[in-house]
């Protein structure tokens, strides 16, 4: 490999060496070659590399990790020996201290960047990244690919990176136990029974994924398979085969006949056992650095539609946070917007006078309204609907008493997009005293903060929370709070 003449044109193929300075937001190494940028993939910050480019733009370009020259100190040996092939954890090989400082770090620059806030109020306001102490094994949600593998065997597994083709995974260090043994199970009732899985390519077969939910404080488990048909053949075979799984309490078929990568299809049918798992979650107290538990919570009813965190023991630390960050005394009425099957909204009710939640999922709110009831909760009401349709038509609508709905705090926790400008618009309006934003997407919390700082409120609190370890994902959680001028 011929290195590049200084003079010569960065063109593709070249080899380049450079050192690693940072990590960009898709997990690749950043570093510098003559004044340009370059996205390294599977290179972490502190490598010295030779990389090989594989695009060019006109100010950064893409290389891919030709030789390792000298090894960053915060690289480690991941404990999956999939993990360069894998798409699903994409900065594993990053000491795990470093991970969490690499998305506090993205958080924060994010926030200058996009929200126009000052290094020094996000450097100040920032606690320390709460992370866990073992970090695997920590998924209640898994969603496993079925195909074909090269040798025309059968394989579950996961899609390798950028691409659709499946690495066989058995046990994924990110998942419970229990899932390799239903997955083994699937796949001897489908060899059994001639049950074919889906090829994508040419839209034939049956059987596309298999989604596996676990409950983690009750250990129940919910399998659902996700098929291109109508019907399952042999389905009292598979119900035979899943039967032995330690706490299995649900088999569910959903029929997804569409081409599309959206994995879950309208309609789920129940075959055996219930339609939904039961969990619980405690809250911790986050004075401590360890978050004990405090004793106090709440139980959850999950249906497989619904969205439910998927770490269970960062959520118990991320809903305390939003309690502690919410500072409530009992009297307040708060909103809990994009509030899925009513997690948070019930610990704000038990510390609240009044809690509204909305969400846009009519069996997220079904499963919300069952959950107050379950935990004996009055003060919680549910309204079905998009936040930015259902703010405005409750404010404005000609009886209702505003003052009344004066709240006190609002909540939310938007999807990735963030929030409808029309609702951000809507809670400016409504005037609260605090905002606490929990947020899975640092660019649209930043976009979000500053229309609402613009709006008259100021930078309180800040955390990240690690929910995604390995991953790239960033889960944050910020309060606002209105300026008195
Ligand atoms: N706070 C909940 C759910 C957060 S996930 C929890 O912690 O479990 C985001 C939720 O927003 C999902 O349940 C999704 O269905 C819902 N959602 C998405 N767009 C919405 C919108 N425009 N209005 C209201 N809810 C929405």
């Given at each position: 490999?011929?290195?590049?003449?200084?003079?010569?044109?960065?063109?593709?193929?070249?080899?380049?060496?450079?050192?690693?300075?940072?990590?960009?937001?898709?997990?690749?190494?950043?570093?510098?070659?003559?004044?340009?940028?370059?996205?390294?993939?599977?290179?972490?910050?502190?490598?010295?590399?030779?990389?090989?480019?594989?695009?060019?733009?006109?100010?950064?370009?893409?290389?891919?990790?030709?030789?390792?020259?000298?090894?960053?100190?915060?690289?480690?040996?991941?404990?999956?020996?999939?993990?360069?092939?894998?798409?699903?954890?994409?900065?594993?090989?990053?000491?795990?201290?470093?991970?969490?400082?690499?998305?506090?770090?993205?958080?924060?620059?994010?926030l200058?960047?996009i929200g126009g806030f000052?290094?020094?109020?996000?450097?100040?306001?920032?606690?320390?990244?709460?992370?866990?102490?073992?970090?695997?094994?920590?998924?209640?949600?898994?969603?496993?690919?079925?195909?074909?593998?090269?040798?025309?065997?059968?394989?579950?597994?996961?899609?390798?990176?950028?691409?659709?083709?499946?690495?066989?995974?058995?046990?994924?260090?990110?998942?419970?136990?229990?899932?390799?043994?239903?997955?083994?199970?699937?796949?001897?009732?489908?060899?059994?029974?001639?049950?074919?899985?889906?090829?994508?390519?040419?839209?034939?077969?049956?059987?596309?994924?298999?989604?596996?939910?676990?409950?983690?404080?009750?250990?129940?488990?919910?399998?659902?398979?996700?098929?291109?048909?109508?019907?399952?053949?042999?389905?009292?075979?598979?119900?035979?085969?899943?039967?032995?799984?330690?706490?299995?309490?649900?088999?569910?078929?959903?029929?997804?006949?569409?081409?599309?990568?959206?994995?879950?299809?309208?309609?789920?049918?129940?075959?055996?056992?219930?339609?939904?798992?039961?969990?619980?979650?405690?809250?911790?107290?986050?004075?401590?650095?360890?978050?004990?538990?405090?004793?106090?919570?709440?139980?959850?009813?999950?249906?497989?539609?619904?969205?439910?965190?998927?770490?269970?023991?960062?959520?118990?630390?991320?809903?305390?946070?939003?309690?502690?960050?919410?500072?409530?005394?009992?009297?307040?009425?708060?909103?809990?917007?994009?509030?899925?099957?009513?997690?948070?909204?019930?610990?704000?009710?038990?510390?609240?006078?009044?809690?509204?939640?909305?969400?846009?999922?009519?069996?997220?709110?079904?499963?919300?309204?069952?959950?107050?009831?379950?935990?004996?909760?009055?003060?919680?009401?549910?309204?079905?609907?998009?936040?930015?349709?259902?703010?405005?038509?409750?404010?404005?609508?000609?009886?209702?008493?505003?003052?009344?709905?004066?709240?006190?705090?609002?909540?939310?926790?938007?999807?990735?997009?963030?929030?409808?400008?029309?609702?951000l618009?809507?809670?400016?309006?409504?005037?609260?005293?605090?905002?606490?934003?929990?947020?899975?997407?640092?660019?649209t919390l930043a976009r979000d903060l500053k229309i609402l700082c613009d709006g008259?409120y100021?930078l309180?609190?800040?955390?990240?929370?690690?929910?995604?370890?390995?991953?790239?994902?960033?889960?944050?959680?910020?309060?606002?709070?209105?300026?008195?001028?």
């Amino acid at each position: 490999m011929a290195m590049l003449d200084k003079l010569d044109k960065l063109d593709k193929n070249d080899v380049i060496e450079l050192t690693i300075e940072d990590m960009g937001s898709d997990g690749a190494g950043v570093g510098r070659y003559e004044g340009m940028t370059f996205f390294v993939k599977d290179a972490v910050t502190g490598d010295k590399v030779m990389a090989r480019i594989t695009k060019m733009k006109k100010n950064y370009g893409f290389a891919r990790l030709e030789k390792m020259l000298k090894p960053s100190e915060h690289r480690v040996i991941p404990e999956c020996e999939l993990h360069s092939r894998c798409g699903g954890c994409q900065i594993s090989v990053l000491a795990y201290g470093q991970q969490l400082a690499y998305k506090q770090k993205k958080v924060q620059e994010t926030l200058n960047r996009i929200g126009g806030f000052a290094p020094e109020l996000t450097e100040r306001i920032f606690e320390p990244a709460a992370g866990m102490d073992y970090p695997y094994r920590y998924r209640n949600k898994a969603q496993f690919p079925i195909g074909t593998g090269k040798d025309g065997k059968l394989v579950a597994g996961f899609y390798a990176a950028r691409t659709h083709s499946i690495i066989p995974v058995s046990d994924c260090r990110l998942g419970p136990l229990v899932n390799r043994e239903v997955l083994l199970a699937v796949l001897a009732y489908m060899e059994e029974n001639h049950v074919e899985p889906y090829d994508e390519t040419r839209g034939t077969g049956l059987v596309r994924h298999v989604l596996i939910r676990n409950a983690f404080a009750t250990n129940e488990v919910m399998v659902c398979l996700v098929i291109n048909g109508r019907r399952l053949p042999a389905q009292d075979k598979l119900i035979a085969a899943l039967r032995g799984v330690e706490g299995l309490t649900g088999i569910l078929v959903n029929q997804n006949r569409k081409n599309t990568n959206v994995i879950l299809g309208d309609v789920t049918q129940l075959i055996y056992g219930r339609d939904y798992i039961m969990d619980s979650v405690s809250l911790r107290d986050c004075g401590s650095p360890d978050f004990p538990r405090t004793g106090e919570s709440v139980d959850y009813r999950i249906s497989p539609q619904s969205f439910y965190q998927v770490n269970p023991e960062q959520t118990e630390k991320l809903y305390s946070l939003v309690l502690e960050y919410a500072g409530l005394t009992g009297k307040e009425t708060v909103w809990d917007l994009y509030c899925g099957i009513g997690t948070i909204s019930l610990f704000l009710a038990q510390r609240a006078g009044k809690v509204y939640g909305v969400e846009s999922v009519p069996q997220a709110i079904e499963d919300a309204r069952k959950n107050a009831a379950q935990n004996g909760i009055v003060n919680a009401e549910f309204f079905e609907g998009k936040a930015e349709d259902v703010l405005p038509q409750f404010y404005q609508s000609e009886d209702a008493d505003v003052d009344a709905l004066h709240p006190d705090v609002i909540v939310v926790d938007p999807p990735r997009k963030g929030c409808d400008e029309r609702c951000l618009e809507a809670m400016i309006q409504m005037r609260p005293e605090r905002i606490v934003y929990v947020s899975c997407d640092p660019a649209t919390l930043a976009r979000d903060l500053k229309i609402l700082c613009d709006g008259g409120y100021e930078l309180k609190r800040g955390r990240v929370v690690d929910q995604f370890c390995h991953t790239v994902h960033v889960e944050t959680i910020v309060s606002i709070q209105r300026k008195t001028s």
